[in-house]
């Protein structure tokens, strides 16, 4: 069965440049979550859209930005990366009240 | 606010032995419930959910849960473990619009 893709898988980048992490949901799910989560830690909350609008706000920086487009792949873009932004970014997807299913996740690496 | 509770940072279990992972949770009404397993550097798996009715929830990979709304809690159990479930567990309870609060994780490691 289709799984949620992300890419890239690994990305490696310095201060101060920006990035950008795509997610291509399940087909025919039509809400999208990202959640960072830091070495040793469990995942957080960073946004998510249900029908290309968004429908929650945990805790994203303001240095970030998501948008959810019309094939309902996701982007987040992040700039004036610092290297406390070094980690493991998930988008998950779902439809309806069924479970979150989880893509292989981005590796960020601030230099 | 919703939140989760896994009081074991890592347990060590002998391959074969049964195992039973805690999770705590705080939340009002009936909460949504999962258990997720990571394998290094890898996504998140989902193991098994709670939602409403039958208390004990069968999961994969010989996994299963069981509810109790006296002690709220959601513990994780596999009679016989294998090597193969050297993982971290994360337990999680859905708050806010349908987003995920996980615990802080139980690492597993098995012994042979």
């Known amino acids: 069965a289709a799984g949620v893709i992300q890419s890239p898988r690994h990305l490696i980048k310095e201060k101060r440049e920006t990035a950008t992490l795509k997610c291509y949901p399940i087909p025919r799910h039509d809400t999208v979550y990202w959640y960072q989560q830091g070495p040793g830690q469990d995942p957080q909350f960073l946004i998510s859209f249900y029908e290309k609008m968004q429908s929650d706000k945990g805790s994203i920086p303001d240095r970030f930005s998501a948008q959810q487009f019309s094939d309902y792949h996701s982007e987040l873009n992040m700039s004036s990366l610092e290297l406390g932004d070094s980690a493991l970014y998930f988008c998950?997807?779902?439809?309806?009240?069924?479970?979150?299913?989880f893509g292989d996740g981005t590796r960020l690496s601030i230099l | 606010a919703q939140s989760v509770t896994q009081p074991d940072i890592h347990i060590t279990v002998s391959e074969g032995a049964s195992l039973e992972l805690r999770c705590n949770y705080s939340?009002?009404?009936?909460?949504?419930l999962f258990w997720y397993v990571q394998s290094p550097g890898q996504g998140l798996q989902l193991l098994l959910k709670?939602?409403?009715?039958?208390?004990l929830v069968q999961g994969i990979k010989g996994f299963e849960a069981e509810f109790k709304r006296s002690q709220s809690s959601f513990n994780l159990r596999k009679p016989s473990v294998h090597w193969s479930d050297a993982a971290e567990y994360f337990c999680?309870?859905?708050?806010?619009?349908?987003?995920?609060?996980f615990g802080k994780g139980t690492m597993l490691l098995v012994s042979p």
């Open positions: 998950a997807s779902s439809s309806g009240n069924q479970p979150q299913h």
């Open positions: 709670y939602f409403s009715g039958d208390t």
């Open positions: 939340y009002g009404a009936t909460p949504y």
């Open positions: 999680a309870v859905v708050s806010g619009y349908s987003t995920l609060t």
